[in-house]
């Protein structure tokens, strides 16, 4: 298995179920922040994940934040939505992982990255032997010039032949 591919792919976070989670065997989730459950420095949940949060949570998962955003940017939002974070993860170096895993009080196998970065993301959960979900990013960024760069540089590896048949499986008839 490329080191660029998930184990599984959703639209949006909310679009990943309970049964998906328990599918693949976890109890803790690693959540990215930007564009993922927000707009890239956004303070606020996008539309539903609040709830989505909750139905996790009532569900027994542990969920922790990891980012790669400095503290001063996670742990406001973190506390808002009162979960524990791990910042300056620097991803996709696999510390950052490990470290949320440990503090999710969960084992690497009993984890599930979910984020919307290729290179990042999908590749810090790769590097660490943690299950992965791809999610779209919710909006397209414009401002960060290096992540437009790498969205640039993922749209081969998200359009290549393998890829495409395994999203149109995994999004099935939703």
């Not at 400095?70 to 996709?92: C, D, M, N, S, T």
């Not at 950052?96 to 599930?112: D, E, I, L, M, Y």
């Amino acid at each position: 298995m490329s080191l660029f591919f998930p184990t599984l792919y959703r639209r949006c976070i909310t679009d990943v179920t309970v049964e998906d989670l328990h599918r693949l065997g976890v109890k803790a989730l690693l959540l990215d922040v930007d564009n993922t459950l927000t707009t890239h420095d956004a303070p606020d949940l996008t539309d539903g994940v609040k709830t989505w949060l909750a139905e996790m949570q009532t569900a027994g998962f542990s969920l922790i934040i990891v980012s790669n955003n400095r503290a001063e940017r996670v742990a406001p939002f973190a506390e808002k939505i009162g979960l524990p974070y791990y910042a300056h993860a620097r991803k996709p170096l696999p510390f950052g992982f490990r470290g949320a895993a440990q503090r999710a009080g969960a084992n690497r196998k009993q984890c599930v990255v979910i984020g919307d970065q290729i290179f990042t993301d999908m590749l810090g959960a790769n590097l660490a032997g943690i299950p992965s979900i791809l999610l779209e990013p919710i909006q397209p960024e414009t401002q960060q010039k290096f992540i437009v760069f790498k969205r640039k540089i993922e749209k081969p590896l998200l359009n290549s032949r393998r890829q495409r048949r395994r999203k149109e499986q995994d999004y099935g008839e939703r």
